[in-house]
């Protein structure tokens, strides 16, 4: 097989990284690369599915890893993988001496591990150039899940249909499915034993009617999509797409969802009455550690003063990776860096300003390493310890009766819609064909009659069988 068809089965098959942005696949089989690298570090606090699927699937994943490394050529092929995942390591362990190019790197359990920037350090000590590409070093990430998808369609001729989504939090039994498409997060909790508190134990809906909740009963649980960091709040009516890693369950009350709850415009005054820059922000942030130019203290400073003289201060939050370390564990007076570095950058993007370009890394710290936050400490900070539970993985798709798939789930244009009201479609079939430009198809993910399309997403009512 040669690049360029490994690339259009890739693209042929909808496959985009699963989690984070939604990357299209296809434009990382590049033969520039000489390292392409396998993530298995689980960024986000109780995440666990990356780690699971390697664990039962490392035969196959390792496969095609490997199959991956000898079609572009690259010189190795890595497996970045937490020391602590025990497991994983060990069926990694059986397969590994079959793939000469293949070898393990151990990570240390800190976090954001799973940052792209972060990983290529510690697994190559290359590090990328600030607003860079990993290619650019001759690198190409990947991580669990979206190998696992390259196998099935090379195997098995499989699109992205499904997703493996793990829920946690106030749960009955936590749990880590994988869903069609489109099913809503609501009947993905429903998967877990549905909520803990009250009613909400039982789904929180009228006996007989599965879609309606009864009265205020989504209001004391929320569902933190993604996870604890860089997750976002959701609804249990939104549909899980193909970068839908986790499910959270937490009361409103929880800090994590009340740092998120609070308005821009509250944190910008905090930030002005009570910012000391004690510059642990920045002392902690793990891209800063890397040489990388952006220092939160000193935004914090210029935008609580409106001093727009100092433009670095600004121009740098391009380099930021919204890993929410410096808002969720560093800052002593739990201001809100993130936040509002994010509504900054948002507001630039906006205004047609664009990353600056040539930026060179300073230096790795040296104290770098005495700077890692461990994910123990981590969790004790954000009250999550308690929800550090097994969450077994089950991977045969469950089924649903009904699926919203959107049409953007990935960065690029969105898909272009290809099937109208009343068309009975099946599982695997093309309803919506990629764009011009960065863009990839999308695919029913279970058999039955199209019921709804708009300029955003087509609905899909289940009708016979869905293997």
């Given at each position: ?197 009250g009613d909400r134990a039982k789904g929180g809906v009228q006996p007989g009617n599965g879609s309606q909740p009864r009265g205020d009963a989504w209001d004391d649980l929320v569902y933190l999509v ?198 009975r479609v099946s599982r695997g079939q093309v309803i919506a064909e990629a764009a011009q430009g960065l863009s990839v198809p999308v695919h029913a993910s279970i058999c039955g009659v199209v019921t ?16």
């Open positions: 097989m040669t690049a360029e068809e490994l690339s259009q089965i890739v693209r042929d098959h909808g496959i985009v990284g699963a989690g984070g942005a939604g990357f299209p696949t296809y434009m990382k089989i590049d033969k520039r690369a000489n390292t392409i690298l396998l993530n298995c570090a689980e960024c986000e606090p109780l995440l666990r599915l990356h780690r699971q699927l390697l664990r039962d699937y490392a035969r196959e994943i390792l496969q095609t890893f490997a199959m991956m490394a000898d079609v572009l050529e690259a010189e190795e092929a890595i497996i970045g993988v937490k020391e602590g995942y025990k497991s994983t390591v060990e069926a990694l362990k059986q397969y590994v001496p079959d793939h000469p190019k293949v070898r393990i790197q151990l990570l240390p359990g800190a976090y954001p591990m799973g940052d792209e920037v972060v990983l290529i350090y510690e697994a190559t000590g290359k590090v990328i150039a600030p607003g860079g590409l990993p290619i650019d070093a001759g690198v190409a990430v990947f991580n669990v899940e979206t190998v696992y998808n390259v196998y099935r369609a090379v195997e098995n001729s499989t699109p992205v249909v499904d997703k493996v989504v793990s829920v946690v939090g106030e749960v009955e039994k936590p749990v880590t499915v994988r869903v069609p498409l489109g099913t809503p997060l609501r009947e993905v909790v429903g998967m877990a034993g549905g909520e803990k508190c993604g996870g604890p960091m860089m997750g976002h709040i959701g609804s249990p009516y939104d549909p899980v797409t193909k970068t839908t890693n986790a499910i959270l369950v937490l009361p409103k009350t929880h800090p994590i969802i009340q740092s998120k709850l609070m308005p821009a415009s509250v944190g910008m005054k905090r930030a002005a009455s009570s910012c000391c820059q004690c510059e642990t922000c920045t002392d902690l942030c793990p891209r800063h550690n890397l040489g990388h130019p952006i220092e939160p203290h000193r935004f914090m400073r210029a935008m609580s003063n409106h001093d727009y003289g100092d433009l670095d201060a600004f121009m740098n939050l391009f380099f930021c990776s919204s890993c929410g370390l410096c808002e969720m564990f560093s800052c002593p007076q739990g201001l809100s860096p993130r936040t509002l570095i994010a509504d900054c950058k948002e507001g630039l993007r906006k205004a047609g300003i664009k990353a600056p370009k040539g930026v060179m890394p300073s230096p790795v710290k040296e104290s770098r390493q005495y700077r890692r936050v461990p994910e123990e400490r981590l969790e004790a900070r954000l009250a999550l310890t308690k929800y550090e539970t097994d969450a077994p993985l089950d991977n045969e798709v469950r089924p649903v009766k009904k699926v919203r798939e959107l049409f953007s789930q990935h960065i690029g244009a969105p898909a272009v819609c290809s099937v109208k009201k009343g068309d709804e399309v708009t300029d955003k997403y087509v609905e899909i009512t289940a009708e016979g069988q869905n293997e």
